[in-house]
């Protein structure tokens, strides 16, 4: 009985510090271009913390439909 308790407390630390940062790879970031600046600055200039990242998907998309029709984008 004692013997499974310390079984059972040996395995809970190393799965608990297996989990302690480094482990997993972070995120790919996209690599940052115009359209994504612009679009982080428009947002946060009008929109501040609400919903930031939506609007600067939604913004950065725009933009760089623009670019493809040839439009000139506005900064």
Do not use: H, W
């Not at 009985?1 to 302690?20: D, H, K, N, P, Y």
């Not at 115009?34 to 939604?58: H, I, M, W, Y």
């Not at 670019?67 to 900064?75: F, I, T």
């Amino acid at each position: 009985m004692i013997r499974s308790a310390l079984l059972l407390g040996a395995v809970a630390l190393t799965a608990g510090c297996s989990f302690r940062g480094g482990d997993f790879t972070p995120l790919a970031t996209e690599p940052e271009t115009p359209c994504s600046r612009q679009a982080e600055a428009f947002c946060k200039e009008n929109l501040g913390s609400a919903d930031l990242s939506t609007c600067v998907k939604r913004e950065k998309y725009r933009c760089e439909l623009l670019e493809e029709q040839g439009e000139k984008v506005e900064p």
